[in-house]
């Protein structure tokens, strides 16, 4: 299989500003470098129209350059895997890949090595979905994990007493490094799905929804969201910025979901939402 790599040269201020606007042109796997970034995108999805229109929007804000190849599909993380660090979520979740040998004891302890999968904790948006995962009652429950990346959400859940969790990916590279990280954790009561969520034949009602998903993804899925969620359940949302918010809860009203509760990191937004 064939891959069309983007290299960005740009401000590494705006690197992740960029990479959301790019991964709404098809993009799903980035590497960030010295300079700015690298994306990365299967060359039938690749679309020169909506990248063009991305670098138009942006060019006359900073320095920006674009240059594109053609790869074959590979671990283009493995450099950066290499030099990854440990992360220590709110001093109670240590997320750490299987080489690091870290002394201190945390309440939580999560075992990730990424591959091409989103979902280290480096990410303000990983980052705030667990940390607001430990704030919220996962013993006994039930639990969906849309969009899984590396399963890293699913695997918190499971070591916050979750009775049960489908988690699901449209990616064949997710999936793969999900199941790996989950049999890392020793967590046996995830099962990991490839496709979306209309496609894989979910059964039975939620009491936790976990989607850490762009902001597009979000607001179509929405509805469906609701109506897995059991009437007590929750909505934990992240994977868009504080100013969009507003979308999403206008949307969610639509669809019998209201906030209980909002997070932020940065320039990223969490949003818990509960039925009316």
Known sequence: MFYTRLQVICDPAFSEILMAEIAE??????LETEKGFEAYVENEKFDQSRLFA????????MPLFFFQDKIQKQNWN????RNLEPII?????LIRAEFHKVKKKYPYEIIITPKMSFGTGHHQTTYLMIKNQMGMDHLGKRVMDAGCGTAILSIMASKLGAREVEAFDIDDWSVINGRENIEINDCKNILLHQGRISEIGLTGMFDIILANINKNVLMDELEVYSRFLNKEGYLLLSGFYVQDISDLKKKAGQHGLKE????ERETWAALLLGKE
């Open 25 to 30: 042109t098809g993009f799903d796997s980035f």
């Open 54 to 61: 991305v670098q138009v929007k942006y060019n006359h804000v």
């Open 78 to 81: 493995e450099e950066w895997e």
């Open 89 to 93: 979520v709110d001093e109670k979740c």
């Open 260 to 263: 209980t509760q909002r997070d």
